[in-house]
């Protein structure tokens, strides 16, 4: 039985859903958690020994945050989760304070070990930090890489032109989304904007953000970001695509003008924050050629959808190429 909803489409037909929810969302919620939290959500995704291992941001009963590790044969259930949280804020790091929140996982090939960025709550506000690791036990803090304000962040796999590059989105001079480089994953410069936040109408006009790691496709680097939209009801979290060149993403390809995936089911339009779908991984099997996006829904708990990568190709290609910034 295939448990992904077969319906390709919105019930009024009006839009064709490129991803599509698991019937039995969601798969994770504080109730499966062996210790007493608030809430689990915004997860980064990466294999990890032939498995599927998440690192969800797990809420406490005191408003922070932490990460904990969660691992599964099928990315789907039978989840073996840690007892005690996986990395949680230590004191002798100030960027830390009120907790760290929303990780990307990249395998950094290069290195043998996977770079985990996170948002670090400091009394200035989130900054981005990060730390390695090769077992998700034990973790290498490099620290605060950006100064407040910023997060959502996640780096390549790989350097371009002897450079290592990472995403970001300082929350100054206007929310966008920006690229940087680096020589040694610590200091970071030559600061671009990447994909700008539109203005006026759009979905997205205001605040984006990245959302899960890029992934590496033969036709570029898939990059999925959240728009966020005020509305007299509060902030829409919805979700759009773009396209980098494989061998420069500092240059964008593509970009699609609507969002393709946004809060619909009653556990991402109700919880501790409404209307939120916020992914912070993907996985592509190679094999199947399948996505797995897993994201948190409403702040309070985490769901899965599935695409084919063929599908998500062909619609990013019929999107416009962006004007230049
Ligand atoms: C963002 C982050 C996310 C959260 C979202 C919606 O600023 O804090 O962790 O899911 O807001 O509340």
């Known amino acids: 039985m295939n448990h992904f909803e077969t319906k390709l ?33 915004n997860p980064a995704a990466t294999m990890f020994d032939s498995k599927v291992l998440l690192l969800a941001r797990v809420e406490d009963r005191r408003g922070f945050s932490h990460l904990a590790k969660a691992i599964s044969e099928d990315g789907i259930s039978n989840w073996t989760i840690d007892k005690t949280p996986t990395l949680e804020s230590d004191p002798s790091y100030p960027e830390e304070a009120w907790g760290v929140e929303d990780p990307r996982i990249t395998y950094i090939e290069e290195l043998e070990r996977y770079a985990v960025v996170y948002t670090g709550y400091s009394e200035s506000g989130p900054t981005v930090c990060m730390a390695l690791t090769s077992d998700f036990q034990t973790f290498e803090r490099l620290g605060s890489i950006m100064p407040p304000e910023d997060k959502d962040a996640a780096l ?104 393709i995936f946004g809060p619909r089911e009653h556990y991402e339009k109700e919880g501790d924050v409404r209307d939120v779908v916020f992914p912070c991984g993907w996985i592509l099997n190679k094999a199947s050629g399948k996505i797995k996006m897993y994201y948190g829904a409403a702040d309070t708990c985490i769901a899965l959808a599935a695409a084919s990568l063929h599908d998500v190709l062909t619609y990013i290609h019929s999107c416009p190429e962006p004007e230049e910034l």
Not at 14 to 35: G, H, M, Q, S, V
Not at 182 to 206: E, F, P, T, V
Not at 212 to 237: D, F, K, M, N
């Open 9 to 41: 489409k919105t019930e009024d037909n009006t839009f064709r859903e490129i991803f599509t929810r698991y019937c039995y969302n969601p798969i994770l919620t504080a109730k499966d958690w062996p210790y007493s939290v608030n809430t689990v959500f």
């Open 156 to 259: 390549f796999p790989r350097k371009f032109g002897g450079k290592w590059l990472i995403i970001h989105r300082p929350i100054e001079l206007g929310a966008h989304i920006w690229i940087s480089e680096s020589d040694n994953l610590k200091y970071w410069g030559n600061h671009q904007i990447l994909i700008n936040a539109r203005k006026g109408g759009w979905w997205d006009a205001n605040k984006v953000g990245l959302c899960a790691q890029p992934l590496e496709t033969t036709e570029g680097w898939l990059i999925l970001y959240h728009g966020v939209r005020q509305t007299a009801s509060g902030a829409l979290y919805r979700l759009g695509l773009a396209l980098l060149d494989l061998e420069n993403p500092n240059k964008v390809l593509r970009r699609s003008d609507e969002w």
